[in-house]
């Protein structure tokens, strides 16, 4: 028997598709966004960037941004009792309410 593959991508068929109008590479104002510092956001991944990609388990989150790092955010969500800290890039998130 073949063994699984265990990947970053795993299990993320139905997760990460888009919707057939949406397919294809982002618009530019996307990867421009800026956040202030405090701010919340949805983590929602686009799957054609992978660069700066969460970790497939936070897609859905809501988290709020602490800073910004290079071309990325750092992001704080809760996870059950704990505080998790991820650097995200600006594709991969949109402001939250």
Do not use: W
């Amino acid at each position: 028997m073949v063994k699984r593959s265990k990947g970053l991508r795993s299990k993320s068929r139905q997760i990460l598709r888009k919707r057939p109008r949406a397919r294809g590479f982002s618009t530019i104002t996307r990867s421009l966004q800026q956040f202030e510092a405090g701010e919340s956001v949805n983590i929602v991944i686009d799957s054609a960037i992978h660069k700066g990609m969460p970790h497939i388990r936070f897609h859905g989150y809501t988290g709020k941004v602490i800073e910004k790092q290079g071309n990325c955010f750092k992001v704080s969500i809760t996870v059950g009792k704990k505080v998790k800290l991820l650097v995200i890039r600006p594709e991969h998130l949109r402001r939250g309410k």
